[in-house]
């Protein structure tokens, strides 16, 4: 089945650590992003990447990093330096990098819990 | 810049009534228009889009009509069930790749 798999469903860190979020997808898609969900709040962009090694950031990247080694992957490091970082977070993928319509398709979502 | 305003929640209706969530945008251009719904514990799907003015994006009895006149694109359902209970987002794409989502919708509807 094609899709978009993030891994783990939950993940529990104690604070000053850094944490990576793996998203891996099968689509052969482009354009690769990460959100934040908070409640109440929406999704928020942190990072996105159109292509093979390069990516840009999106409107709360402070405290993130990502890198773009493999179209396939595009894993999320959550550093000791983001202020609060417990929140559920979303990695999506879409087959057009930019110009057209984008319609992107989403993986299940890491619940991150910061202790 | 690009921004997303849909109602605030919750949203609690009994199974059968109908069902508006509304939706306004601003924008730059002529942006394309969406609606997600995520269910609990899930990412999000993309229920149904709208690429230019007056197009009528529609899916599982979901349906919604672009209206640029009033930069507007309201969720409906005629009768919704237990089952359409979800968080629902609009969202808009309008000159850069990026899209940008309103805050979300929560609906529960009760048998």
């Known amino acids: 089945d094609g899709g978009i798999t993030q891994s783990p469903k939950y993940l529990f860190r104690k604070e000053g650590q850094n944490v990576t979020l793996s998203c891996e997808q099968n689509?052969?898609?482009?354009?690769m992003y990460w959100y934040r969900q908070d409640p109440g709040q929406g999704l928020r962009l942190i990072y996105y990447?159109?292509?093979?090694?390069?990516?840009q950031k999106g409107d709360i990247a402070e405290g993130y990093s990502v890198s773009r080694e493999k179209k396939e992957s595009f894993p999320l490091t959550v550093t000791s330096a983001q202020k609060n970082p417990t929140a559920f977070y979303l990695c999506?993928?879409?087959?057009?990098?930019?110009?057209?319509?984008?319609?992107?398709?989403f993986g299940p979502g890491t619940r991150l819990t910061v202790l | 810049g690009d921004s997303v305003t849909q109602m605030e929640g919750p949203v609690t209706l009994s199974e059968e009534a109908f069902l508006t969530i509304n939706c306004t945008y601003t924008a730059t251009g002529y942006p394309s228009l969406f609606w997600y719904v995520q269910y609990p514990g899930e990412g999000l799907q993309l229920l149904l889009k709208?690429?230019?003015?007056?197009d009528k994006g529609s899916n599982k009895g979901f349906e919604a009509t672009y209206r640029k006149e009033t930069t507007s694109f309201h969720l409906e359902k005629g009768s919704v069930q237990v089952s359409d209970s979800a968080v629902y987002f609009c969202?808009?794409?309008?000159?850069?790749?990026?899209?940008?989502f309103g805050k979300g919708t929560k609906l529960t509807v009760n048998p």
């Open positions: 709208a690429t230019k003015a007056d």
């Open positions: 689509l052969n898609h482009d354009a």
């Open positions: 999506a993928s879409s087959p057009r990098p930019s110009g057209e319509y984008n319609e992107q398709f």
């Open positions: 990447s159109q292509i093979v090694n390069d990516f």
């Open positions: 969202a808009l794409q309008g000159g850069s790749e990026k899209l940008v």
